[in-house]
């Protein structure tokens, strides 16, 4: 799902909670930094990438096909994120983390990845350009909030850009999802059918659907929770501007 996963600063507390933590040492510091820094370079990478391949066909048809490969790297990459909260450097929920992470490296692989079919599909574009923008957003915030030196403007860009960034992702990886199962039902795609000497079966169509319907619930909360924590964190700045 395209909520940004919350832990990879000892700032993105801030985003599940009002209880403060210790900060990392210095060591997990630096190492938080240094990861921090490649992401952010990695989905630059991604940006221009999609920038340059759309100037030179002068047309966004296709373009996941010229960033595929750092798409996959980076997007993959953040499976480390689930690590750091594990471990304890990063003090944000395991379980939240790891359901966006995986959300994303599986519509990346196991959806955009296995069904070649669906690449060509707008909708595809569409939930690349909300990652990137946000991801790029999101590390950036991460960096000068691990140097304790946090520009007011990415700061609201974190909390700002993401009102029309996570629908647009989410509509794209709908669409995505939507254009990939009559391929998987065609194909039998990851699909287990009965009988087999485990007794098991599986049928991923129907299991794709039911990805589609968790949609529902679960991107509202993650949604409305974001517009409080923007209200927190930017609200008492612009309740001042309006002041002065």
């Given at each position: 799902m395209s909520g940004a996963a919350p832990g990879t600063s000892k700032a993105a507390h801030s985003d599940v909670g009002p209880k403060k933590k210790k900060g990392p040492g210095a060591?997990?510091?630096?190492?938080?930094?240094?990861?921090?820094?490649?992401?952010?370079?990695?989905?630059?990478?991604?940006?221009?990438?999609?920038?340059?391949?759309?100037?030179?066909?002068?047309?966004?048809?296709?373009?996941?096909?010229?960033?595929?490969?750092?798409?996959?790297?980076?997007?993959?990459?953040?499976?480390?994120?689930?690590?750091?909260?594990?471990?304890g450097?990063?003090?944000?929920?395991?379980?939240?983390?790891?359901?966006?992470?995986?959300?994303?490296?599986?519509?990346?692989?196991?959806?955009?990845?296995?069904?070649?079919?669906?690449?060509?599909?707008?909708?595809?574009l569409l939930f690349v350009t909300a990652w990137t923008v946000t991801e790029i957003i999101r590390y950036s915030f991460y960096t000068?909030?691990?140097?304790?030196?946090?520009?007011?403007?990415?700061?609201?860009?974190?909390?700002?850009?993401f009102i029309v960034l996570y629908p647009m992702g989410v509509t794209g990886e709908l669409l995505t999802i939507y254009a990939a199962l009559p391929y998987v039902q065609k194909t039998?795609?990851?699909s287990v059918t009965l009988p087999n000497k485990y007794n098991f079966s599986f049928d991923y169509y129907t299991?794709?659907?039911?990805?589609?319907?968790?949609?529902?619930?679960?991107?509202?909360?993650?949604?409305?929770?974001?517009?409080?924590?923007?209200?927190?964190v930017l609200g008492h700045i612009e309740d001042y501007s309006k002041v002065e």
């Open positions: 060591l997990a510091t630096a190492y938080l930094v240094i990861y921090n820094v490649v992401m952010t370079a990695g989905w630059l990478v991604i940006a221009v990438g999609l920038v340059r391949a759309y100037l030179a066909r002068g047309s966004y048809h296709g373009l996941y096909y010229s960033i595929e490969k750092p798409l996959k790297f980076f997007q993959t990459g953040a499976i480390l994120e689930i690590l750091h909260c594990a471990v450097i990063v003090p944000s929920s395991v379980v939240l983390t790891g359901f966006q992470v995986m959300s994303r490296v599986f519509l990346t692989w196991a959806v955009t990845h296995s069904v070649r079919e669906v690449q060509s599909e707008d909708s595809v000068f909030s691990l140097l304790n030196h946090l520009p007011y403007l990415i700061k609201w860009a974190r909390y700002t850009f039998g795609l990851y299991f794709l659907i039911l990805v589609m319907i968790s949609y529902i619930p679960l991107f509202p909360q993650l949604y409305f929770h974001m517009i409080r924590q923007r209200k927190k």
